[in-house]
């Protein structure tokens, strides 16, 4: 209570080595609050630094669990996971050409199986916002799998490339 009262929302930093204990933090309710509605399908995909008092250096930390009031969407707590590059983040999918593509203009529609992927990624600037799969080709009854997927340098499918991966499939009214 004394940390809200004073603008502050408490969480906690986990993860990482093993050797690293949790850490008690306490972030900014205001600037929590604005980054989760600028980035609301993309938050826990988003490495941020965070600073710890009495610690010298920055965490890299993903937001792993933000805890909302149910009536006004208030932020309660936040929980952090420390950043690693054997960690699997799931990104948002984003199905683009969908113009270019003759079915799905004359009427055929995209139906999305899957919203996001997990992947893995090299280092904290490499994490995309979203992941981009084009829907320029294929007709009826087509099927969109992980392989179709344009992966940024630096990441990669957290499961195996050869596991199937239904993202979307064409259908017709």
């Given at each position: 209570r004394?940390?809200?009262?004073?603008?502050?929302?408490?969480?906690v930093?986990?993860?990482g080595?093993a050797?690293?204990p949790?850490?008690?933090?306490?972030?900014?309710e205001?600037?929590?609050?604005?980054?989760l509605?600028a980035r609301?399908?993309?938050v826990?995909?988003?490495?941020?630094?965070?600073n710890?008092?009495g610690?010298?250096?920055t965490e890299?930390v993903v937001?792993?669990?933000?805890?909302l009031?149910?009536?006004?969407?208030d932020?309660l707590?936040?929980n952090?996971?420390?950043f690693s590059?054997d960690l699997v983040l799931?990104v948002?999918?984003?199905f683009v050409?969908?113009g270019?593509n003759?079915?799905?203009?004359?009427?055929a529609y995209?139906?999305?199986v899957?919203?996001?992927?997990g992947?893995?990624?090299?280092?904290?600037?490499?994490?995309p916002?979203a992941l981009?799969v084009s829907c320029?080709a294929?007709?009826?009854g087509?099927v969109y799998?992980?392989?179709?997927?344009a992966?940024?340098?630096g990441?990669?499918?957290?499961?195996p490339?050869?596991?199937?991966?239904?993202?979307?499939v064409v259908?017709t009214?």
């Amino acid at each position: 209570r004394r940390l809200r009262a004073a603008g502050l929302i408490p969480g906690v930093v986990y993860g990482g080595e093993a050797a690293r204990p949790r850490r008690l933090v306490a972030v900014c309710e205001k600037a929590l609050g604005r980054e989760l509605r600028a980035r609301r399908a993309a938050v826990e995909n988003t490495v941020y630094e965070l600073n710890i008092q009495g610690e010298a250096g920055t965490e890299l930390v993903v937001p792993r669990q933000v805890q909302l009031r149910a009536a006004t969407s208030d932020v309660l707590s936040a929980n952090f996971l420390r950043f690693s590059p054997d960690l699997v983040l799931r990104v948002p999918l984003r199905f683009v050409d969908a113009g270019l593509n003759q079915t799905l203009r004359r009427g055929a529609y995209l139906h999305r199986v899957r919203h996001a992927l997990g992947v893995r990624c090299a280092d904290a600037a490499s994490v995309p916002e979203a992941l981009e799969v084009s829907c320029a080709a294929g007709g009826k009854g087509h099927v969109y799998h992980g392989t179709d997927v344009a992966l940024p340098p630096g990441v990669r499918l957290a499961t195996p490339a050869h596991a199937a991966h239904a993202l979307a499939v064409v259908k017709t009214k």
